[in-house]
């Protein structure tokens, strides 16, 4: 069992309607330790790949995505949300379902934030069906930009948005993959991933 | 000027309505080294307090608050904002009027992720009219924690926020401080302050 998957045993909570409540150290309360580790397996997984930019969606994937763009050095650009923007001329529009709120929102970013020809690592804290996933790649390609690669904490891999980017091709990493959960027993199993995660030791130390 | 005037000054838009945009850095991009001197800067100005978790409010204050957290090696806690929420037994709430949005937000922070007796330092990309850091500020004190600073990005200084708190003994550190500026000429001025922001030199080279 990898650093994130030890972390989403020990304090995530598992509730009706397949949902996962990582507050404890990712959504709401942000664990530093934990961030710093997926950004250091992230560096790990997209070794020799050349990235230009981060880009994330709010709120909760700008953490992740800031320690990212710095081991990368690189800009971070975190797209907006909101149910009733309209295109304009200087931003980016896509569209994608929330599950959460259930809802379509409007995923934005302004024109000048990607440019044509960048290399652009997406970075989110869970994918489930994909769709803020796909909203995100639908704007790296509004730019001309290219999608080098979609880093994400916590893969649903119950759901289908997984599968659907491997097949369409996109160098997919997720540090830790759900095969199934029951919140009845509060019982989560992991897919065996071929990748082991880094360890912890050292990595503090390295940073500030 | 320091770091962040400067910049400020290079890419800021200002627009009618005393609305300054720093959506090129801060608050649509992040440009990790002016984020990562913010950091180095408000661990320079809250030297010497002991700090046991950095509090901000979504979304654009997580980028800092997250590498405030990094230097200070606790964890960062990032409230959540909703024009609907009901009050729980789980979580504080609180309210601040948005002037972006012009309408009343709650505040909220579930109680597990502030304890009594803790050493709160808040940390935001604006201060205005302080109606987010007087949420942030209610949150504390209803979990029974203190407030041991504010740090602020951008304090507008033509507006009470600043003042305020100040008058109400909190210790604020704003890294620019905005005297006045206009939109028609787009010139700011800002408030000389009698700390001096560090300097670039080497401090990309400790972080990574």
């Known amino acids: 069992m990898n650093f994130l998957e030890e972390r989403i045993i020990r304090y995530g909570v598992i509730k009706e309607g397949n949902i996962l409540k990582v507050d404890n150290f990712l959504n709401h309360q942000i664990d530093i330790d934990v961030i710093r580790q997926m950004a250091y397996e992230f ?3 997209f070794k020799g790949k050349t990235v230009t930019k981060i880009l994330t969606i709010e709120a909760s994937g700008i953490a992740i995505a800031t ?6 050095n690189v800009p971070v650009v975190f797209a907006k949300k909101s149910a009733t923007a309209n295109c304009t001329d200087d931003r980016y529009v896509s569209e994608a379902y929330s ?3 259930k809802r379509m929102n409007k995923v934005l970013v302004s024109k000048p934030y990607i440019n ?3 290399k652009v690592l997406i970075v989110d804290d869970f994918l489930a069906d994909g769709e803020a996933a796909h909203a995100l790649i639908d704007i790296v390609h509004q ?3 290219d999608v080098v690669g979609i880093g994400i904490a916590i893969e649903k891999g119950q759901q ?3 599968r659907k980017l491997r097949e369409e091709g996109y160098h997919l990493e997720s540090i830790a993959i759900i095969e199934s959960m029951d919140w009845k027993t509060q019982t989560i199993t992991f897919r065996k ?3 082991e995660a880094i360890e912890n030791a050292n990595i503090k130390a390295s940073w500030v």
């Open 143 to 145: 730019a001309g930009a």
């Open 43 to 45: 560096q790990r997984r």
């Open 116 to 118: 044509a020809g960048e």
């Open 67 to 72: 320690l990212v763009g710095l081991l990368f």
């Open 99 to 101: 599950f959460t709120h």
């Open 193 to 195: 991933q071929e990748k």
């Open 160 to 162: 289908q948005g997984g």
